[in-house]
């Protein structure tokens, strides 16, 4: 007696899940250019480390005479695997079963890859393509319900585990074509989330819109990329499905498996004493000249450590992932050819969520500072920017990760406190400036009276500006220890490196500091 005949049957269903949507199905799938969900999980994981779980859920196709004769697929797939070597959970729907709409299989495989990441403790990486909910249910388009349409009352909402994952594992996500309602939110739900240039994100689609509001308009119209990286709710564009999967595999380089580790160190050829001649001028003497904010980062970090997050969106804030000698650092700077680097409502949103997920993950942050303060005018008032700059603030406030600032140009106004945190090590460029307002604005402000009584007013408001400058130099503030060190623009590599290499001997990673952690 053996068991052999059912071990057969086993085999029978995973060759038929092998199928997917059928041959049709994945055809067409082709031709639009896009990998099916097997093939993207083998592209981005490591060689023959998938290990698919619930590989044979879904619904068997009986004949007459009760014999298997086909299969419908869970069309969510799910599994562990590794990513240079190290330990992860991948899942996503399969769009040539229902468009990736869930069916009863699929939906509950989704729902248990957060389950399982809480488990392990080790990245989630979720690879989307499909809608949401059907009105017809997961159980088809049948008018007889052959399935229970709404959970228990008693159930664990599945939400809950979207939103526990966020403070514990590195969630990484990708939208590699029409990304619609419940598939949308888990693609936000997410420390970094990259989209292709074919793909959309929709919270319905354009029948839906149509139906509701009697708009006609197309998927890319409502999000394609050009929407939605100015909107934040994608933080990276990527050409296609390869460098989409290539940049997650890049961000989770930069991160610990959890919230309880901290982040890898790797290897690298960088010398630490590198000291680059070109920082001594990059910064113009003319205060109204740009420079490159992202070449002076590029001078002082390790070479070809920069990974750039949300580009396109708060463009006036830079934040980066890189590294300082091999371990990670996370980078924000102003980018003064965005309104002179000022902080707008978007640029503060965008620095609050990145300092939340940095802190989560207990990866130090180095500031570089040219801060000329908060937006200002009508529409900067109406985006409530004092409120999310405020936000932002706080944000900086209660993090309790090494923090460096340089202070490489201008701190001006409230906004400059977003840019040291408590007990951070601050450094400044002969080139700093500071002040309760630029000298420009400040001058007219103070100084109206005396400048309109004068007999030559242009040459008074010069002789003023000139004056203020003066105040604002770092050498005062240097004089008063009001900085640990004014240095020459050629040193910030190794010092940084010297108080990093400190700040991380006496880091902690205590899971309960905090109630909250990181929101989308």
């Not at 290539?246 to 590198?274: A, G, H």
């Amino acid at each position: 007696m053996s068991w052999e005949k059912d071990v057969k049957e086993i085999k029978k269903r995973e060759d038929l899940v092998l199928k997917q949507g059928g041959e049709e199905a994945v055809e067409s799938h082709h031709k639009k250019g896009r990998k099916t969900i097997r093939e993207r999980i083998d592209f981005i994981l490591d060689k023959e480390t998938f290990d698919e779980i619930g590989k044979i859920a879904g619904s068997p196709i009986y004949d007459d005479e009760n014999r298997l004769e086909g299969y419908v697929p869970a069309n969510f797939l799910l599994g562990f695997g590794k990513i240079n070597t190290r330990d992860v959970i991948i899942g996503g729907e399969d769009f040539t079963l229902k468009g990736g709409s869930p069916n009863a299989a699929g939906l509950r495989k989704s729902i248990y890859t957060e389950e399982l990441a809480l488990k392990y403790k080790i990245p989630l990486i979720r690879l989307h393509e499909g809608g949401g909910g059907s009105v017809a249910g997961t159980g088809g388009a049948s008018k007889k319900s052959t399935t229970p349409n709404s959970d228990p009352v008693f159930s664990k909402n599945r939400f809950q585990t979207l939103a526990e994952c966020l403070g514990i594992v590195p969630v990484a996500t990708a939208a590699l074509g029409p990304v619609a309602g419940l598939p949308a939110a888990r693609l936000v739900a997410s420390h970094f989330s990259v989209m292709t240039k074919s793909s959309q994100v929709l919270i319905a689609g354009p029948a839906v819109v149509k139906r509701a509001l009697g708009i006609d308009v197309s998927k890319e119209e409502l999000g394609g990329h050009e929407i939605h990286l100015k909107s934040g709710v994608v933080d990276n564009l990527a050409e296609d499905e390869e460098e989409a999967l290539f940049q997650i595999k890049t961000f989770l380089s930069y991160l610990p498996d959890n919230c309880f580790n901290l982040p890898p160190v790797e290897s690298t050829s960088d010398i630490i004493e590198r000291n680059e001649d070109e920082l001594l001028s990059i910064i113009p003497k003319d205060r109204r000249k740009t420079y490159n904010m992202r070449k002076l980062i590029k001078l002082v970090i390790d070479k070809n450590s920069l990974f750039e997050i949300s580009r396109n969106y708060g463009s006036s804030l830079i934040t980066c992932l890189g590294r300082l000698n091999g371990r990670s650092i996370a980078i924000l700077a102003n980018d003064c050819m965005f309104y002179a680097g000022a902080m707008t409502a978007e640029a503060a949103l965008k620095l609050r969520r990145f300092v939340d997920f940095v802190n989560t993950f207990n990866i130090p942050i180095i500031s570089f500072v040219d801060e000329p303060g908060f937006m200002i005018g009508p529409d900067s008032e109406k985006a409530g920017t004092i409120r999310h700059g405020t936000s932002a603030i706080s944000a900086v406030m209660q993090s309790q990760i090494p923090w460096a600032s340089i202070i490489v140009r201008k701190v001006f106004g409230v906004a400059g406190a977003a840019h040291f945190a408590p007990d951070g090590y601050t450094l400044s460029w002969p080139s700093a400036e500071t002040g309760a307002l630029p000298v420009e604005g400040g001058v007219a402000i103070a100084f109206k009276s005396e400048i309109e009584n004068s007999s030559n007013p242009d040459i008074k408001r010069k002789e003023l500006e000139e004056l203020l400058a003066k105040r604002s130099s770092p050498f005062p503030r240097s004089e008063n220890f009001s900085v640990h060190e004014l240095i020459d623009p050629r040193e910030t590599r190794i010092k940084l490196i010297s108080w990093l290499e400190l700040a991380v001997k006496s880091q902690k990673t205590d899971a309960k500091k905090f109630k909250v952690t990181m929101r989308p």
